[in-house]
């Protein structure tokens, strides 16, 4: 077996210094009765030849979204992602190091994270990052559980825009709490009022922007409603690359801000691993979840950087702990730090002004079919159209010609009424020009 | 720990660059900025007519701007300050640090599966569904339970997908059981997921020999207790030799048995959690099944589920259909009892990639192998150094040896010292100060990939420190010397936290 140093020989010799006659000495706490006697129904050990044979059969029954042209985002975008960050993550260094608990051997990773930190904060206009979250739908979870402990109240209003799957992960983990979710309905063409579901026990507002329909919104005055009765304003980002060209949700007043990072330098891995960005104001800080960061010196005066802050986490708190959360993102905050240093200001907005432009050159192509409308009055790279027929046949028919037309608002609110002709289409810079026109004639096809 | 004895001056010649041959100082990403300069040409669209209303960004974003070359020089540096599995034993109790077959990710880079969306149309990702109930298939048959829920994101994620099923079955019976026992011993996600579950934690205490106490376990039991959770084999590197006796008394009470799976790779192959009555489990893919740790994650927490948990699985569900694999992605139908929806998507597929890599090269032989290399290299350890440190118990232990420091006693030298120390030889440290119910635990978990030889240069340094220790302790208070840094100052750290880098006020004025 080539992953197992210890020959024969050496097993022997172990046993012989510990002064066991066989291994199954070494278990013989294990009950007699439960030890197994007869091999497993499973198969023996392969080769590497094998196993990447096998295992290339397998990805070969998949179609990849670059064998295809795909237009799917709604939570997960596919962009290009410089070689240069694959190598990085891959070096054994990083790959292969642990959470940084020994801060004297550990500064590369630390001072990474720092760095993330710091980038996340920049992104979201916020004071304070941590180190990172499992994906954005649990960091929209955590964010809701920490407004509730800062404000001590329990009612959640919720938009009925944000992505439903990041509204199910907050009702999976309030679900055995005392929280009071007051969940809106999808608003597939804008004109959502949350404001007046704000009130004295009102915890805090979690909306998305751009929405799940692609939607901007313009949360200076929600938040403002929001501080006036006491409550927070959670602002959820599906697509981070957005934050290269709209206005940053801490600058419209948002007290927690959660991303999903997926974008910046990792792909789309059939939804993970991916990356929870959590930012909030500096004020919240004792209250956050998650690792976090911190700047210091070591005993010679020279600058470092330690794990920080760590009385709010599970292995000092235990049951009083602000988050269970222990492994998190790191390698993937990695791949977000690495991207994020090769595009810097620069880079970042010619790549949201890619994307967006990209999207608009669609939206006005999608706009010609005949009985095709486009809903959105704005949006970044992301929309919904509707189309004079059912989406989710019309994106069967279009997924056997390998164009993936979009997600139909059905697959993601299959409960709600008026949404089954709607249909969220995603763009980025690796939409080519020549995939949008087969796009639009076979979309012509299938609705005519 | 927090506090750090004041160090010694270090010995080491300072240089005029501050660097020490292959140890290169490097400045943070946001000191090297020339702004306007970028790493990545991408192709300015020509003009056209925005559509992002009223919210196009007008204040600058303020990342810096860095070419390729100096990026990868950058972080090739950071990673030199870093120590890896890679480059030596990682001897980190109850993190299981063993080798990460690059085949795994070699693999997990092919585009059939990493270049997939989770809302493509299921028609297209019948392979990464196959692979999801094949993955699910190894895991039934290693554990013996009858379901595997795929969605958690990690071991913490995977404990509360478990205890989130124990209070929704409760629940669906009619009972309100509000009281969780938790041994002393156990990680501290293992309380803090409990208590996010609303439920009031209580610890039952070890014996003398480092495991459960059984009696007190059985006092503690009652008509509103809905759960146990302890870890097997535990957190003194201990086999819980009591399980079916546990197992049988939180039976007879009405409550669940959630074993926290962290340690499964001491036991893979040789035996089934379900033989010994447990009823759910998580395990961590990036322990047992060799995922890389990536620096604290990602990580990947598959939940073991009897038949009566099953039912509250978390969404989706992978299942068979009429034309292949299906994913239920709502409470509806046979989910409708589900707990719901965890994360965003599916579970962690890169992770599912590698576990299942490693699976098939492994096979039932090579995993049975693992649990009793890792056993064995334990042992071999616990045997090798027992003359000089002090085992916390007495006897065999299963993957993991711990000590504690009564081996230090007299001579001024705490775990942290010792563990410092072991820095400058060239070692990672042991896990330390856990579990807390031994005094000053050392908990040293060798894992199956390292070689008799590696653990006798590991052995011998331990025993060389040990004795040096005894004779003279004081060097040991400023160690370690010869890392890239030296102590750092953790209390400063977290009374006036610094968590990011600032322009400092010239810069900022002039932008």
Known sequence: MRYLPLTPTDRQAMLATIGARAIDDLFRDVPEGARLSAPLDLPDHQGELEVEREMAALAAKNVAAGAAASFIGSGAYRHHVPAAVDHIIQRGEFLTSYTPYQPEISQGTLQYLFEFQTQVAMLTGMEVANASMYDGATACAEAVLMARRITRRAKVVISGNLHSHWRDAVATATRYTDSKLDVGAPAANGGEVLESHIDSDTACVVVQNPDAFGRLRDVSGLAERCHAAGALLVVAVTEVVSLGAIKSPGEMGADIVVCEGQSIGNGLNFGGPYLGLFATRERFVRQMPGRLCGETVDADGRRGFVLTLSTREQHIRREKATSNICTNSGLCALAFTVHMALLGSEGLKRLARLNHYKATMLADRLSKVPGVKVLNDTFFNEFTVALPKPAAAVVETLAAKKIFAGVPATRLWPEARGLDNMLVVAVTETSHKEEMVTYCEALTEAVR | ?511
């Open chain 2, 1 to 511: 720990m927090s506090t750090n004895p004041p160090a010694a001056p270090s010995a080491v010649p300072s240089t005029f660059t501050g660097n020490k041959a292959l140890q290169i100082e490097e400045p943070l990403l946001f000191e090297q900025d020339s702004p306007g300069r970028t790493g990545v040409d991408i192709p300015d669209p020509p003009p056209f007519q925005h559509r992002l209303g009223g919210l196009a960004r007008v204040t600058p974003l303020g990342l810096p701007g860095l070419s390729e070359p100096q990026v990868i020089r950058h972080f090739t540096r950071l990673s030199q300050k870093n120590y890896a599995i890679d480059a030596g034993i990682f001897p980190l109790g109850s993190c299981t640090m063993k080798h990460n077959p690059r085949l795994n990710e070699k693999v997990a880079r092919l585009p059939g599966f990493a270049d997939i969306h989770p809302l493509q149309p299921v028609s297209t990702v019948q392979g990464a569904l196959e692979l999801m109930d094949t993955l699910a298939h190894w895991l039934k048959t290693l554990t013996g339970l009858p379901a595997i829920a795929l969605a958690p994101a990690a071991g913490a994620h995977g404990e509360f997908c478990g205890m989130a099923t124990i209070r929704a079955a409760h629940a669906a019976a009619g009972q309100n059981r509000m009281r969780v026992l938790v041994p002393e011993s156990a990680h501290g996600t293992n309380p803090a997921t409990a208590a996010a579950l609303g439920y009031h934690v209580e610890a039952i205490p070890a014996n003398e020999r480092g495991r459960v106490d059984v009696a007190a376990l059985k006092a503690k039991l009652g008509p509103d207790v809905a759960a146990i959770m302890v870890t097997n084999p535990n957190t003194c590197g201990l086999f819980e030799d009591e399980i079916v006796a546990i197992a049988e008394a939180t039976h007879a009470a009405g409550a669940y048995f959630y074993c926290d799976g962290a340690n499964f790779n001491a036991i893979v192959g040789k035996v089934r959690p379900a033989d010994l009555g447990i009823d759910v489990m998580h395990m961590n893919l990036h322990k047992t099944f060799s995922t890389p740790h990536g620096g604290g994650g990602p990580g990947s927490g598959p939940v073991a589920l009897a038949a009566a948990l099953a039912p509250f699985a978390p969404l989706p569900w992978v299942v068979h259909g009429d034309k292949g694999f299906n994913l239920i992605e709502t409470a509806t139908g046979e989910a409708s009892r589900s707990i719901g929806r965890m994360k965003a998507f599916h579970g962690q597929m890169g992770m599912f990639v590698r576990a299942l890599t490693y699976m098939l090269s492994h096979g039932r032989d090579g995993l049975k192998q693992v649990a009793e290399d890792a056993v064995l290299n334990a042992n071999y350890l616990l045997a090798r150094l027992k003359g000089e440190l002090s085992p916390a118990f007495p006897g065999i232990c299963m993957h993991e040896a711990l000590f504690d420091d009564r081996f230090l006693d007299g001579t001024g030298v705490s775990t942290l010292d010792f563990a410092k120390a072991m820095i400058d030889e060239g070692f990672h440290p042991t896990t330390i100060y856990f579990p807390l119910v031994v005094h000053g635990a050392m908990l040293m978990e060798p894992t199956e990939t390292e070689s008799k030889a590696s653990l006798d240069q590991f052995a011998d340094a331990l025993l060389s420190l040990a004795r040096r220790a005894k004779s003279n302790g004081e060097p040991f208070h400023s160690a370690p010397t010869m890392s890239p840094r030296r102590r750092l100052d953790e209390t400063r750290a977290a009374r006036t936290p610094v968590l990011r880098w600032r322009p400092s006020a010239p810069k900022q004025a002039a932008e």
